[in-house]
């Protein structure tokens, strides 16, 4: 993986911090920003949980980082629940 620069626990931890910067906008943006995700049929509720274990078992983002992805998982199942 050196050989082409790809670094897994870097580009998961990039990944999350977009995630979390994003959930951080106003409240308008924010619920829109859920809905979305809760929209995306590429959104996988077990994959972001297994990635926030993951982030969180091997320290790689702060607990605030941890605490806000999960509050964000939160909101998306929420909006999921909501919907069906």
Excluded: H
């Excluded at 972001?48 to 605030?64: D, H, K, N, P, T």
């Excluded at 941890?66 to 909501?82: A, G, N, R, T, Y």
């Amino acid at each position: 993986m050196e050989r082409y620069a790809f670094n897994p626990r870097d580009l998961l931890l990039k990944i999350v911090t977009i995630f979390v910067r994003i959930s951080k906008g106003t409240g308008e943006e924010n619920r829109a920003f859920v809905v979305c995700l809760a929209a995306d049929p590429d959104y996988c509720q077990p994959t972001v949980e297994r990635a926030c274990r993951v982030i969180e078992g091997q320290g790689l983002a702060s607990e605030e980082t941890i605490q806000d992805l999960k509050k964000i998982m939160s909101e998306v199942f929420e909006v999921c629940v909501s919907i069906v």
